[in-house]
Structure formats: C-alpha cells, structure tokens
C-alpha cells in the first residue's frame, strides 16, 4: 500500500510533540503507534504495545528534571540555539569518506580509490542529510531479511546485474532478497548447510565470522538463525547500494575494501572468514590478503573460499579465464596458505575450507623459512590508517602443544558472560577479572533503566543498534536478544583497547575516530549509544560535527541515548535543538545527586523537500 498524506497523521505528529513534555514513558509508547512501516502502515509490534499503553508511570529512582541548576544557569539560554539546514537532494547517500567523486582522484592500484578518504574540514558539510521522499520504516526482522522497501534504497541496478544469480528481485514496492548469491544460486541456507558438515557452525563454537566482499550480505542475514554475527563488507562500487542493501535488510555490515590499509578490526577477532567469488586477489602481493585475514583469525579459526580459482580444471570456460592463470592463482594460495601454516579440511566443488592452527608449536618450522616474515607482536592491533604489511602475524606464547593461543573460549551464549582470556590473562591493562564482572552488572542496571524510559527497545522496533563507545561490551551483551545487534565501536583515541575483549564474548566491533564520518550509508541505525563519547571528544574535534553524523546514520523517527556528564549533556542538548530532534534530560538512575545524566532524543521524521517535520 503506498503512503498518502493526511490531517490525522499530522495531527498525531503534533500530538506526540506534547508527549515528549509530558514524559519519555508515554512519548515512546505512542511513538510506535505512528511510525511507519514497510507497508505505510503503524509499525505492528509497537500498535501492539499500545494496547498496554495506560500503564505510563515512570520508576521512582528517576526524575526527568536534573536538579543541577546551578550548570544550567551557567549556560546562556537567550541565545537562539543554530538552526541546521537540509543539505541539498543529491547527498541523500552520502557517505563522506566514501564520496565516488573524491574517490577517482586516487589510485587505482591496489583499490586505493576505494578506501577511505575523507573530506577535509573546509569541505565537510554543516547540513542535515534528507531521507529520500516516501522513505518508511524498515520491517521488523526476520521480515527484514527478506524484503526492503524500494523507497529506502531505491537502485534497480543489482537487479539486473545479478538477474540470473538470485540475489534480488523488484517487485512492486519493495526489493525481495530470494537468498541466492553468485556462488550460491540454490540459497545461504543451503550453502551454510554445505559448510556445516566441515564447519562447527551449531555447536557454539563459532560465533563471529567476517564475510569480504559481501554483495547484499545473504550470507551474514542466513547465518544469523545460527546463532552466528558476521561482519559483512564490501566497497561502495559500481553496484549500487550493497552495503545500504545489506543495513535496510537488518544485518550488520560496513563499507569497506581490502585495499593498502589493515581491517579496522584487532588480531583473533574472528572465529570464521568467508569469500565467496569475492573477487580479491588473494596471491598477489605476496599473499598480503591471506596474511591480513590471518591475523584477524582466531586461532584455530576457519578460512572459507568458494569460487575461482577452486576446482579450475572444470570452471575455467564457465568462467572465462585462461586455464594457466587460474592455475597459477590457485597455486599462490596454496602456497600462502603453508606458510601461514593452515590445515585444508576440506575442497568439493567450488569451495574450500582451511583451518588455521591453535598454536605455533604445529608450524615451528617455518621460523626458518626464509619466507616467513613476521610482524611485531606489539603492532598486532594498531591498524588505523596503518599500511597493510605482507608479514605474518605471531601466535601468543603457548606452554604446551595443546593449548589454544591467546586462550580457549567458551561455546556462545556462555561466552558472553563468561571472563574473556585476554581478561583472564591481564593482557589488557587496568581490566581485571573484577572490573569486569563490576562492569557487567553496572550496564545490566543501565539498560534496565533504558528500557524503562524507552519501552520500544526489544521490541523489535529497533534492530541496528550502534554503540559509540563500547568499552567492555556491557550495553551489547545486557541487550542480547534475537530481535537486534550491536555494532560496538573502539574509539581510537579511547584510554584502554578492549575491542579485543568484546570480540572474544561473542560481539562484533570495529575501531573508529569519531572526528570523522562513519563507513556506513546514511538513515542504517535505529538506535544510537553514546556513553561518555562527548567528554572524550570534547578538546578533539568540533561537538557539532559529530552530532551532525549521528543525525546522517540515524533513521528517522530512531532514538539516541547519551550518558555523560550534565555539563557536557547541556551543551549537546543546545546543539540539537537545531537540528529536528526531540530531547529530554533524565536523571541517573541512583539519583538526581549523580552528575551523569541521561539525556534521549529522538530525530523527527521529514524528507527531500520537507521544510519542517511533516508527512510527506
């Protein structure tokens, strides 16, 4: 059913308006009643919610006045708050760091142009991006998986690029996403079921998977029933929207390329990485690529590849390449793959499956291989904007020839919880096993009061959840849940590298400096985080520039929660004033004599052309 204007929905625009005055509880509770869906319809799960809707009583413990007036008389409340203009039509996808015309003005070589480059600061824009003209709530997931509205993303390219391969259809007003791929034209399920009976993907044990090259992420959307969270990326190319495909779908993915600069990601991160006709040279360079994957392999970890040049001998026609090359191709691999000393457990067909080694003990030889070239241990995480070397990265001291590298983990779910080695081990300064345990139980507590002023979180209306400053992971694992995930982001400036951590419970993450634009589309989160990031940033970079990306990855009519210090929060609330947000400053749940705050807001909906919020 296609969205038409009409006077109710403004009215109930303005009605919710009211809420937000009167209290968070009810604003989020009427809030789902309005907001739109895949059909142009209510969002069913929140119309649902607001059959129990009288209940609007707000827990003792807060108080959405934040009896700090002393900080707030501080600030000079006559000054008209800077009102931030819609940038104009064309930048409704625009991803800073990933501009096409600022790309060709780079390399070529080695997918230079693809990586990022980001605007400097005369060239950044101090606008609001516009949501494209009839833009709608995505479906709720596992709908989402599926079927995206055409209006959120509307690039018809991939469907005849990739007609005959089955990886998306149009049909009427929305895109539907069959589960096909190029290597998989029966289905990911069908696939994954493949790599399953090589592959521990049911026992737990595999948790986290990094998939390159990702296409529209069928693959990472598949694996998710299985309880397993892949990273997808690919780059911004000349197939429209994948990655932006992939979001609107409700699966975790970046923009991204393996290019000169190393994965934004820490060393034994990943229990499981995947190509699937991928097309990344993987013996060129010296294996610079396998060696890259390698040290983000978890010991003991899975490489899988699937297409050219596996089983060349009978694809070589189908694939249209000189029998020679791919031979020489699949020969370089092998090769690379001996020296990183990884096992092949498996090859049928068109895929194969490496095993990377627990521990150094199984490939003490190649300390003496002339080829092997090793990195400096220390250097294993410190990846931002640092050139990708053709060295192979060390395995963590063992003290037999059992024991897994870097520590055992648990089988997933009890791996969320359970104290992550690199814990264990003290290798993280300043975290011991019971700051850990300490900070677990604070972000329980934390998201229990979230849930109290946000009644919409776990309900499914919110699905990509970004986490701006994740420390230890405790908001992501207090919110697993089969409805949603987290992208949990290191910045890079932050005191204590934990990524590490939080990958081993069982999350995914990414490093990032937030005085730049985040690799992702615009409107590919529903829910924003941020604990502590403006008292971080606050003496690094312009406040105002990164309240302006939130605003560009924030869906509208999504929700971000900040928690810092009220100072801090006073200056943030000023700022989006101006920028079609709604906000309220909460008292900490222990009480309003805590000088951290809370303070929500939620981003108004309006589109190209809309001078005000309004239904377009």
């Keep these: 059913m296609a969205l038409k204007p009409n006077s109710t929905d403004t009215r109930t625009r303005s009605s919710i308006q ?52 002393g900080e707030v008389g501080n600030v000079d409340e006559s000054e008209k708050p800077k009102s931030f203009e819609p ?15 600022r790309a060709m003005t780079f390399p070529r070589d080695n997918m230079i142009y693809r990586e990022r480059h980001c605007p400097r600061e005369e060239e950044k824009l101090h606008c609001l991006v516009p949501a494209p003209n009839g833009y709608v709530t995505p479906f709720p997931w596992p709908k989402s998986r599926d079927y995206v509205p055409y209006a959120n993303a509307p690039y018809k390219a991939l469907t005849i690029e990739k007609a005959i391969q089955n990886w998306i259809q149009y049909e009427g007003n929305v895109f539907r996403f069959p589960g096909g791929g190029t290597q998989f034209p029966q289905g990911a399920d069908k696939y994954i079921d493949q790599l399953a009976k090589v592959i521990p993907i049911t026992n737990g044990m595999v948790r986290t ?52 600069i190393k994965m934004p990601y820490p060393s034994r991160a990943f229990d499981m990485a995947h190509c699937s006709r991928c097309l990344i040279p993987w013996g060129a360079n010296d294996g610079m690529y396998m060696k890259e994957v390698d040290r983000v392999l978890r010991p003991g970890g899975y490489w899988v590849l699937s297409g050219p040049p596996i089983n060349w001998r009978n694809n070589y026609r189908a694939w249209q390449r000189p029998k020679k090359e791919l031979e020489e191709e699949q020969k370089k691999i092998e090769e690379v793959a001996k020296l990183l000393c990884w096992e092949k457990k498996h090859e049928k067909g068109e895929i194969a499956v490496w095993q990377k080694r627990v521990n150094d003990e199984a490939c003490s030889g190649r300390q003496h291989n002339s080829q092997a070239n090793f990195c400096k241990a220390e250097e294993a995480n410190d990846v931002w904007y640092k050139k990708m070397d053709a060295c192979l990265t060390p395995y963590p001291d063992v003290s037999n020839p059992e024991e897994v590298a870097g520590g055992k983990l648990k089988p997933f779910p009890e791996r969320l919880y359970a104290v992550p080695p690199r814990v264990a081990s003290g290798s993280v300064p300043g975290v011991s096993v019971e700051t850990y345990q300490g900070d677990n139980e604070k972000w329980k507590k934390h998201v229990g009061a979230y849930k109290k002023i946000n009644r919409l979180i776990d309900s499914g209306r919110y699905r990509n959840i970004l986490d701006m400053n994740a420390g230890l992971g405790g908001f992501a694992a207090a919110l697993d849940s089969p409805k949603l995930w987290v992208m949990n982001v290191m910045p890079t400036i932050a005191e204590k590298d934990t990524l590490g951590v939080i990958f081993e419970r069982g999350l995914i993450g990414i490093y990032h400096d937030w005085c730049e634009a985040f690799s992702t589309y615009p409107r590919t989160y529903d829910l924003i985080h941020a604990h502590g990031l403006f008292s971080l940033y606050k003496d690094k970079c312009n406040l105002e520039d990164i309240l302006l990306e939130m605003d560009r990855i924030l869906r509208p009519e999504g929700a971000v929660i900040f928690r810092d210090e009220v100072d801090v929060l006073i200056k943030v609330k000023k700022i989006t004033a101006g920028m079609r947000w709604d906000t309220k400053m909460v008292d900490h749940e222990d009480g309003p004599l805590v000088p951290e705050k809370i303070l929500v807001a939620v981003k108004r909906y309006w589109v190209v052309g809309a001078n005000s919020t309004s239904v377009q």
């Design 87 to 101: 940038c104009h039509p064309r930048y409704v996808d625009y991803t800073p760091c990933q501009d096409q015309s």
């Design 209 to 260: 998977a990094l998939d390159t090259g990702c296409g529209v992420a069928s693959w990472g959307a598949y694996l998710w029933s299985r309880n397993v969270i892949a990273m997808s990326f690919a780059p911004r190319d000349s197939h429209e929207a994948q990655v932006q495909f992939a979001l609107e779908r409700g699966v975790p993915a970046v923009i991204g390329v393996l290019g000169t």
């Design 18 to 69: 009211i809420f937000v005055v009167v209290g968070l509880c009810c604003f989020f509770y009427i809030l789902g009643a309005w907001q739109r869906s895949g059909f142009g319809k209510g969002d069913s799960i929140a119309l649902e919610m607001t059959k129990h809707s009288a209940d609007c009583s707000i827990v003792p413990t807060l108080n959405f006045e934040t009896h700090h007036a």
